[in-house]
């Protein structure tokens, strides 16, 4: 009996000496894996146009087309939108530049109004380079294909919309049925019960 319980009293401490350091390895782990995952997509970060310029080519692709146009419309996310993602992280870059040197109480007006003008500079870059890649995807797929294809990709992304509202719907009414008070910004009011 005493070998039995000695046994296991080795064991649970073994146990709860290990689990710790396999759970502390676990998190180095993936605070490594966060930290490779976070520098390798960063330059590849979608913005708003990349986006939606990435949907109508995958439309595209998914559409009748013979293997001429989806070889040439594969080719325009090389041209434009690879491209235009790095321009967004630019963007991006510069923009947070900018909050940072309007935060220094000492900031130079010359040099912000400078970074905005070049932040203002690759907006456009961006927005011409998305309107040049929507003229060449039309041109290779056709007008009448190209008007299904905008269409398509315009309900696709009201459904995403319409989605994310009914999940947001969805998770505040189960937090009223559950009996969970409803989070406002009033200040919490002490119950009658409580005593000082």
């Avoid at 294909?145 to 009914?166: A, C, F, G, I, P």
Wanted: hydrophobic share 30%; aromatic share 4%; no cysteine.
């Amino acid at each position: 009996m005493k070998l039995a319980v000695l046994t296991l009293v080795i064991a649970l401490l073994t146990a709860g000496v290990s689990l710790p350091s396999l759970a502390q390895n676990n998190q180095q782990q993936n605070r490594t894996k966060t930290r490779n995952y976070s520098l390798k997509s960063s330059s590849y970060m979608m913005g708003r146009y990349s986006r939606m310029m990435n949907d109508m080519i995958s439309g595209a692709l998914r559409m009748d087309l013979t293997e001429e146009q989806k070889t040439r419309v594969s080719s325009l996310r090389d041209d434009y939108l690879y491209p235009m993602t790095k321009d967004e992280n630019a963007l991006r870059n510069a923009n947070m530049e900018i909050l940072k040197m309007v935060e220094d109480p000492t900031f130079d007006p010359a040099k912000v109004k400078e970074e905005i003008g070049k932040s203002s500079e690759i907006d456009k870059k961006i927005a011409d380079a998305y309107v040049d890649g929507l003229v060449s995807l039309r041109d290779t797929v056709g007008k009448e294909k190209y008007e299904e294809l905008s269409k398509s990709v315009s309900r696709y992304r009201d459904n995403l919309v319409q989605m994310r509202k009914n999940k947001q719907t969805r998770q505040q009414t189960r937090g009223v049925m559950k009996g969970e008070p409803v989070r406002t910004s009033a200040p919490a009011s002490p119950s009658p019960d409580s005593k000082n």
